[in-house]
């Protein structure tokens, strides 16, 4: 099993917010997105960018995981804030508005030319109509190394303003292009988490859409507000319940008895081998979360 980074919650920080990017440090968030582009007015992208590169510098974030949120590559800030992202060493840049595999060829062959740390991986934006439409080559990139393509982030905010699509409770509209992105994401090996929610006051509506993101499968929750941490992190979180029901299938299946059997009883029910298999992840990620 490759190694699980836990991904529960993913929160925005506005790059040119110095104070903000220091209280970071102390939030529960499993990952911080330092954000150079929606968050950023144009007159603050530089003093952003050179706030967000000091701080990932400068460390002190324990085992969060740092991405930069680097502006749009049809922007004039796109290739500085890309050299300076790749010399802060980050763990991830995540590109905006990626609507085709070329753009992540175009982005890996660019930070190849600038000398980036082979463990800096790229996140793709997936917020565009010709993103969901050609989403299965997208993350097709992922198999070329030179991509480094290991996360999708859903942009659900521009997909509704370029479709036109209503925010409605259930999400009924996106549920397409959300399982579309989460299939493709499956396919070819890479996490997926799933868009904001806006209204910051309405507990219920986001913990029912967390809790539709988990069933759905996405690993996590991008986020607009410390408050929503909370919430995110334990839902996208196995509960007890679940991690004791784990536990029974792996060890049921060790036992000696069963051993090279496909499939078995378990408490009344049968349980085949990918049982054990998703067990196992249960558990893992449990670990790693607790580590």
């Not at 062959?109 to 000398?115: A, C, I, Y």
């Not at 740390?117 to 993103?131: K, N, Q, S, Y």
């Not at 905010?157 to 493709?184: V, Y």
Request: charge should be negative; charged fraction near 25%; aromatic fraction near 4%.
């Amino acid at each position: 099993m490759t190694t699980i980074h836990p991904r529960r919650s993913a929160l925005y920080m506005p790059g040119s917010n110095a104070r903000a990017l220091e209280k970071a440090r102390e939030l529960p968030a499993d990952v911080l997105i330092l954000d150079l582009e929606d968050a950023v007015a144009p007159d603050a992208k530089e003093t952003a960018r050179e706030q967000v590169c000091a701080a990932v510098k400068a460390g002190g974030y324990g085992r969060r995981e740092l991405v930069i949120r680097v502006n749009g590559l049809d922007t004039p800030w796109f290739k500085d804030d890309l050299a300076a992202a790749a010399d802060a060493e980050p763990h991830a840049i995540l590109i905006p508005k990626v609507s085709s595999p070329e753009t992540l060829q175009e982005v890996g062959t660019l930070l190849e030319g600038l000398w980036a740390a082979p463990g800096i991986r790229v996140w793709a934006m997936v917020e565009t109509p010709l993103a969901i439409l050609d989403i299965e080559r997208i993350a097709r990139a992922a198999r070329d190394p030179r991509t480094r393509l290991s996360c999708f982030v859903m942009g659900t905010n521009d997909l509704a303003k370029e479709t036109r699509a209503r925010f409605l409770p259930g999400r009924a509209p996106m549920l397409p292009w959300l399982t579309s992105a989460l299939l493709a994401a499956r396919a070819h090996d890479i996490d997926i988490l799933d868009g904001v929610y806006n209204d910051i006051k309405d507990e219920a509506g986001f913990q029912a859409e967390c809790e539709q993101g988990r069933d759905l499968g996405f690993d996590g929750k991008t986020l607009i507000h410390p408050a929503q941490l909370g919430p995110a992190n334990a839902i996208f979180a196995p509960d007890e319940a679940e991690l004791t029901r784990a536990r029974a299938v792996i060890a049921a299946f060790a036992l000696p008895e069963n051993a090279g059997k496909g499939a078995i009883q378990l408490d009344g029910r049968m349980v085949e081998l990918l049982h054990a298999e998703m067990a196992r992840r249960t558990v893992a990620l449990a670990e790693a979360i607790a580590a």
